[in-house]
């Protein structure tokens, strides 16, 4: 069980967030439309509910994410919550470049999103204009955290080492010239694979790593040796993306995705092995997955998307439902590994 009242800080920053962030991908049209209320009310459900960190990004329905995410926040005393975005694709309208062919990796997964094309760019001109442009869109003056947004292999395939250098050479350092003029307080990247926060561990400004659906009740591969060097460096984790785009909230059902995805037969038949011991120890699965990141040390958050004030709700429930010892040591048990207890 975890509590909402805590903050945890964000590597060597002065940034604190609350064990369980917002995350801002479910109410920009992921899979499906939401009606613009609904998506408001969910994140002001949230905050209701104790939650103080939001994440966002201009991948999320090409604008429409961030647009939604300020409107909501706005009511809020803006000291009174921690909010972070990401930098690595500028928005161009329709028209100005020709339409983008996206993979569901690299976006292609929203619907009645806003009329723009993201583009790649890890520039530091590149970077400037994506903050300006999101601090519009958010109608704040300042962020909380910036994350260099999906610079890993997973991505971006054969041009991965030159995005890499790029970001070492241009980006980090842009960002740390933004954060020395307090424009944001701390300095990340948001990543889908753990290679790419290993890569970054060295990099002097990096505060955290935002590692989405690596550290799951369905992945812990290889973030041993991550989390112990991120420790060693004064790196936070914050753990995105903790029901790996839906299939350990929904459990296997015919409707359930994977990484965004169909999930192929090896990740069904674990879910399902998870699902028997739920059961068996009377936990619910979304509950399982919600809190299972936050036992690690190295784990300052756990991020998770929701379409709507009901969910938002819920969400918040299941971080507080109680979870007995022995439920988590046979999930252990599955994996052969065992986990750092967080208090």
């Not at 064990?19 to 009310?41: C, K, M, T």
């Not at 933004?178 to 889908?192: E, P, R, S």
């Amino acid at each position: 069980m975890n509590d909402l009242g805590q903050r945890r800080r964000l590597g060597r920053s002065s940034v604190t967030v609350t064990p369980l962030g917002f995350g801002g991908n479910a109410l920009s049209n992921l899979y499906a439309a939401v009606d613009e209320a609904q998506a408001v009310n969910a994140a002001v459900a949230a905050y209701n509910g104790g939650v103080r960190y939001f994440d966002t990004a201009p991948l999320y329905g090409y604008g429409l994410g961030e647009h939604r995410m300020g409107r909501a926040l706005r009511g809020f005393a803006r000291d009174s919550f921690a909010l972070s975005t990401k930098v690595g694709r500028l928005l161009r309208p329709h028209g100005l470049v020709p339409p983008a062919r996206l993979t569901p990796r690299q976006g292609g997964i929203f619907v009645d999103e806003l009329p723009f094309t993201p583009v790649f760019d890890y520039s530091a001109a590149g970077v400037r204009r994506s903050i300006e442009d999101s601090l519009q869109r958010l109608g704040t003056n300042r962020l909380d955290v910036v994350f260099v947004h999906d610079i890993d292999r997973w991505t971006h395939g054969a041009t991965y080492e030159e995005r890499l250098a790029q970001v070492r050479a241009a980006a980090l350092p842009e960002l740390q010239r933004a954060k020395d003029a307090g424009l944001i307080g701390a300095i990340g990247a948001g990543v889908n694979e753990i290679e790419a926060c290993v890569r970054l561990a060295d990099a002097p400004e990096i505060d955290c790593f935002m590692l989405a659906g690596r550290y799951t009740l369905l992945e812990r591969t290889g973030s041993a040796p991550l989390f112990a060097r991120c420790r060693e460096r004064g790196i936070a984790v914050i753990a995105a993306a903790p029901f790996n785009s839906g299939i350990l909230a929904t459990g296997v059902t015919p409707q359930a995705r994977y990484n965004y995805l169909p999930p192929p037969p090896e990740i069904v038949a674990r879910v399902a092995q998870l699902e028997t011991l739920c059961a068996r120890y009377a936990v619910a699965l979304p509950a399982a997955a919600l809190q299972f990141p936050l036992r690690h040390q190295a784990v300052a958050a756990v991020v998770a998307g929701c379409r709507s004030r009901a969910e938002s709700e819920q969400i918040v429930a299941f971080l507080a439902e109680p979870i007995p010892e022995p439920f988590w040591a046979a999930v252990d048990a599955l994996d052969g590994a065992s986990a750092e207890v967080v208090r």
